[in-house]
Every structure is written in structure tokens, then in C-alpha cells.
């Protein structure tokens, strides 16, 4: 069985001119053998009627291979020239800088959102690199993977902090793409960013709201937990123990009712800055309600400076407090808790360092002690 070739695209034209002349040929052949048979006519007459019909019968090849084709390219240019004029307004008009490089980084084009948000103005910009808004927030690690990704996948979107021409750093989105010419090669780059700096600093304070106490600005409980959690999976790891202090001022209530709360908040925040000067700076100290605070020392090689800590915290806070024209001595009862020592998880070692500022709380002021263990100290 015999398959009918499947014809190409580039044989219809031909074809159809090789039928058009074909046609031409046998119909101007009909109508000089009917001139033969018909009445003598004057030969102006006669080329006149030959020309006329030649013109009609030549009129498809020129109408399908001439005047049809330029009518479509003049319609594709005017489409394309179009679809340009919108690309230019949209690339003017767009609320996003936008920013055209070379596949080394050379601007070659910026639009006037570039220059509002950077200052840089379109002169100033042609011809450099984007390091000109190179802010140092990110090290060159961060550069390099981002090159990786643009050389492996032609794009990187992501988070950068970058800097105004008047020395401001913020924050934006930033997305490159790239342009191809026809053989696969990356042509040009297109950077589209916009400022995302009031949104960082709202998720900012959202954040620091959630974890920090507003007055002393130190942690809160909720921080406090998750930076305990770590501590413990980090001393399971290295083997080295971790401490809590729980420290209570005693006589807080008494400040409350006599002075205001207002004289409270004051002893508060400086009981805080007081303790917070007495810890090492990978230590955590954090208020976790009322007049109490806790510490968290990390990574204890020698117990012994658990116990040097706590006494610093007690001279500290055993030194009198201004409130107002008033100046009075707030006593602190401090209770101590050593991880895996004293308790074997998280809920434990808190329990266990409030016990012991209750059982230092009951005895003499201005001391420390750690529950069941002989280790234990009063001023």
C-alpha cells in the first residue's frame, strides 16, 4: 500500500501560482481561438479587449503573491509597533522600579519609579552596576547564590535590603527575569522591585510586640520559652549545662500602693537594666510577669559562675532605688535551677527555679538558693 505524501507548507503557494498561470495560459488561448470566429473588429478595439482581459486574469497572482503579503506585514508591523507603545507606557508608567541590564550587570535602562525610589536619576544610573544600591546588609555569600540561581535558571525573586542615593537603607521586592534572543541566549535582564520597608517594620512591631514586655523591653514569656527551648536542645549537644535564676522583688506590691504605679513601672525598669548589665551577652534575662524576671545562662563550663552571676545580681539590686524624691531598699529573693541536674525538661527546670526563690523568699533576704542541693547562700 502506497502512503500519499504529506505535502509541505511551502507548496501551497507554488502550487496555486502554477495554477493561476496554468490558467491564464489556456484561457487567453479560448479567447484568441474565438476571435477567429468573430466579426472583424478595429485592432485598437482588439488590444483593448486582450488587455482587459489579461488584466483581470493577472489580477489574483498579483493580488496573492504582491499586494496580499505586504498588506499582511504592514498590519504585523503596525500590531507589533502597537504591543511596543503599550510596553513603553507600562514600563513609564508602572509603580514598580524597573531596571534593564546587560547579562554582566550593565544598566542599559531604568524607569522614572527607579528614580523615585532610589534617587538615582536615569543619567546617573546607564552604564553602572546594581552595586550602586549595594547596602551591606547581606554578605557576599548572599551575592553569589544569587548569581548561581541567575546562571542555572536565568531568575531569582526574593528579599534584599538595598541603599538610596542619599545614604536611606530599605528594604524591597525583588524579581529578575531574563530577555532571550532567538537562539536561547539571555539577551538583557529585567529587575521589577518595590519598596517593602513600612511593611517589614509593621511585621516588626507585630513581632516585638508578641515577644518583648513593652516597659523594660526585655523578652517576655512567650520569647523566653522559645529561647529556653534552644538552650536546652543546645546543651543536650554540647554536653554543657544551662542555669536559670528566678528573681522576685519582694517588696514591689508595697512601691505599688505607697508610691503609684507609675513609681512601679520606674523600679521595674531599673531592676531590669540592673540585672541585664550583670549577665554575660549570650545570656537572656526576661520579665515574665509582674515583679518577677528569669535568666537564662547558656553554656556553663564551670558551675561555679552560676553562683559568682547570681551574687552580682544581688549586689546589684540589694543598692538603694531613687523613686522620686524617695529613696528605698527593695529586697530580691533569687532561686536557682540547673539543666539536666535539677530537671530533665523545659517544664521542670521553671518549676524548679521558682521552688527555690520561694524557699530563699521565706528565709533571709538579699540571698540565693538552689533546692536540693547543698549549695545554697545568704548574705
Not at 498590519?75 to 546587560?102: C, F, G, P, Q, W
Not at 513609681?263 to 537594666?273: P, S, T, V, Y
Request: proline share 4%.
Amino acid at each position: 500500500m502506497i502512503t500519499p505524501r504529506k505535502k509541505s507548507e511551502h507548496e501551497s503557494p507554488f502550487r496555486l501560482l502554477f495554477i493561476l498561470a496554468g490558467s491564464v495560459f489556456v484561457i487567453e488561448t479560448c479567447i484568441m481561438f474565438l476571435l477567429e470566429f468573430l466579426p472583424p473588429m478595429p485592432e485598437i478595439t482588439s488590444t483593448m479587449l486582450d488587455a482587459t482581459l489579461l488584466t483581470g486574469l493577472l489580477f489574483p497572482i498579483f493580488y496573492f503573491f504582491s499586494f496580499r503579503p505586504l498588506t499582511e506585514n504592514l498590519r504585523e508591523l503596525r500590531e507589533a509597533e502597537d504591543k511596543l507603545k503599550v510596553a513603553a507606557l507600562a514600563y513609564s508608567n508602572s509603580s514598580e522600579a524597573m531596571m534593564v541590564t546587560e547579562p554582566d550587570g550593565t544598566i542599559v535602562g531604568v524607569n522614572p519609579a527607579f528614580t523615585h525610589l532610589t534617587g538615582y536619576t536615569r543619567e546617573e544610573a546607564l552604564g553602572r552596576k546594581p552595586k550602586i544600591l549595594k547596602s551591606g546588609h547581606q554578605d557576599g555569600e548572599f551575592y553569589r547564590s544569587m548569581w548561581r540561581q541567575l546562571e542555572t535558571t536565568g531568575k531569582w525573586e526574593g528579599e534584599i535590603w538595598n541603599r538610596r542615593k542619599n545614604g536611606e537603607i530599605f528594604a524591597e521586592w525583588l524579581s529578575i527575569n531574563p530577555i532571550r534572543g532567538q537562539d536561547g541566549s539571555i539577551h538583557l535582564r529585567v529587575a521589577q522591585f518595590r519598596d517593602i520597608t513600612k511593611k517589614k517594620q509593621i511585621e516588626e512591631a507585630i513581632w516585638r510586640q508578641a515577644n518583648y514586655d513593652t516597659l523594660t523591653e526585655l523578652p517576655n514569656r512567650h520569647l523566653f520559652l522559645d529561647r529556653l527551648e534552644q538552650e536546652i536542645a543546645k546543651s543536650d549537644r554540647t554536653f554543657l549545662p544551662l542555669a536559670l535564676i528566678f528573681i522576685d522583688l519582694d517588696r514591689f506590691k508595697e512601691v505599688n500602693d505607697t508610691f503609684g504605679h507609675k513609681m512601679g513601672d520606674l523600679l521595674l525598669k531599673e531592676a531590669a537594666r540592673r540585672i541585664s548589665r550583670r549577665v554575660r551577652s549570650a545570656d537572656t534575662v526576661a520579665r515574665i510577669g509582674g515583679d518577677e524576671f528569669i535568666v537564662i545562662l547558656s553554656q556553663i563550663e564551670d558551675e561555679e559562675n552560676i553562683a559568682l552571676i547570681a551574687r552580682h545580681i544581688q549586689e546589684e539590686l540589694a543598692l538603694p532605688f531613687s523613686l522620686g524624691e524617695e529613696i528605698r531598699d527593695i529586697p530580691a529573693s533569687l532561686g536557682i535551677a540547673v539543666y539536666p541536674r535539677d530537671a530533665a525538661d523545659l517544664d521542670g527546670l521553671i518549676r524548679m527555679a521558682d521552688d527555690a526563690m520561694y524557699v530563699d523568699k521565706k528565709g533571709r533576704h538579699n540571698g540565693f538558693s538552689r533546692q536540693f542541693d547543698s549549695w545554697s547562700q545568704t548574705e
